[in-house]
Structure formats: structure tokens, C-alpha cells
């Protein structure tokens, strides 16, 4: 069966204080893995695309990687504005388009 | 360039009335899907649409139904609400259903409660 864990649950950063954020797949034939930032009340925005393992993209403050099991969503030098939650979502080859998310990781950075 | 526009923000039904939540791009996306997310459970997908006159179900399709008469419109149609229908809504779109550099452009919710 498909699935994406995400942790942790939830973190707390000092503002400056860098850290990781996890996605673990399990999928039949990876498409494609994607990053979104979800703030209160909205919806997904779409951060990222990865497409193959050794992959790396950034924008900003935000690092993504991809290995065969896993992603990355390396966050330098957080800022308040940073506060969100960051979801995981991974494309499965023949599923038609669909998403598989993860439950997220809620990601506080207090000044 | 307005994006993904759903409507309403936030509706209130009571059990067994029906509803239908709309959704419309302006981004001539051929690709266009529901999704509802819960607590603890993450978003999932409801029905999707690859083209006008064409839909599909995703991976919690009962209870709801979907048409696409036009590129732009896909509403999302509650037949008989039930409680377990309480959650918030989320329409997405993109050029096509594979994975690109530009990601799918999600709608900002409709927060359904079943009472």
C-alpha cells in the first residue's frame, strides 16, 4: 500500500535555529514527490517537485532532497514568517493524477 | 489571474440535506480534482477530472458525485450530507496529471460542517 509518514508531528525552532523535516514513502513506481506549505484557514502552496533520488532544490530559507525512502525539507536559519505546516505528498505511476499525502509537520519559529 | 476560486468559504447543512460546492480555474488546467482533509487523517482524494466529460473516482468517492461540462468548472455535489461529511474541502488543479515544476494550485477550502 502507498503511504507517506511525515515527522515530527510538530516542531519548535528559535528563529536562526536550523533543522530537518522528514518524509518517509513507501509507493509502487515514484512519479514525483512534492512539498507544500500549508498556512491557517488557506490551502496548499506548492513548493517543490522531486523527481529522482540524489535530487535537491531550493528556494529561499528551504532545502529539499530525495533519496529512494525519503525526503528532506531542510530548513537555514528559520524566520517567524516560516511558521506553517509543511506537507509531504508523493504520485504513484498509474494512479491517475492522484496525491498521497502525509499529515504534515506544524513547524512554529518563535523571534 | 484569480487561480483556483471556491465557493462558499464555509456552509453549515444538516443531515440528509444536499449541497454542491463550486469550484472554477481561470488557468485553462486540464486537470482538476477534490481532496478533503481531516484531522489526523491528511488530504485525500475524492474525484478527479482529466478533461470536460471526463471524471473519475479517487480514493473516498461515496457520497459525492462530479461532472465537467467546461474546462474551467468542477463542482463537487454532497447528495445526502451525513456527519461523517464534516471537513474541509479542498479543489486543486494543473496542466496535467503528472508530476511538473509548477505542482497542482490548490483552491483556499470550503469548511463543510454535517449537523
Known amino acids: 500500500e502507498d503511504q507517506v509518514t511525515q515527522s515530527p508531528e510538530a516542531l519548535r525552532l528559535q528563529e536562526g535555529e536550523s533543522s530537518s523535516l522528514n518524509c518517509s514513502y513507501t509507493v509502487s513506481g515514484l512519479r514525483g514527490l512534492f512539498w507544500y506549505r500549508q498556512d491557517p484557514g488557506k490551502g496548499p502552496e506548492f513548493l517543490f517537485t522531486l523527481y529522482s533520488a540524489g535530487e535537491e532544490k531550493e528556494k529561499e530559507r528551504l532545502k529539499a532532497t530525495l533519496t529512494k525512502k525519503e525526503s528532506f525539507l531542510h530548513i537555514t536559519a528559520p524566520k517567524p514568517e516560516d511558521s506553517a505546516t509543511y506537507l509531504c505528498?508523493?504520485?504513484?505511476?498509474?494512479?491517475?493524477?492522484?496525491?498521497?499525502f502525509g499529515q504534515g509537520t506544524e513547524l512554529s519559529v518563535k523571534p | 489571474n484569480a487561480g483556483v476560486t471556491q465557493t462558499p468559504k464555509f456552509q453549515v447543512l444538516k443531515t440528509g440535506q444536499s449541497m454542491t460546492l463550486q469550484c472554477a480555474q481561470d488557468?485553462?488546467?486540464?486537470?482538476m480534482s477534490w481532496y478533503r482533509q481531516d484531522p489526523g487523517m491528511g488530504l485525500r482524494l475524492i474525484h478527479y477530472?482529466?478533461?470536460?466529460?471526463?471524471?473519475d473516482q479517487g480514493e473516498v468517492p461515496n457520497g459525492y458525485n462530479v461532472s465537467r461540462s467546461t474546462t474551467e468548472d468542477f463542482p463537487l455535489r454532497l447528495l445526502s450530507a451525513a456527519p461523517s461529511q464534516t471537513s474541509v474541502y479542498f479543489c486543486?488543479?494543473?496542466?496535467?496529471?503528472?508530476?511538473?515544476?509548477?505542482?497542482?494550485?490548490f483552491g483556499s477550502g470550503t469548511r463543510l460542517t454535517v449537523v
Open positions: 505528498a508523493v504520485q504513484a505511476y498509474n494512479q491517475g493524477g492522484k496525491l498521497i
Open positions: 488557468m485553462n488546467h486540464e486537470y
Open positions: 477530472s482529466v478533461g470536460a466529460g471526463i471524471t
Open positions: 486543486a488543479s494543473s496542466p496535467y496529471p503528472i508530476p511538473s515544476n509548477y505542482g497542482y494550485t
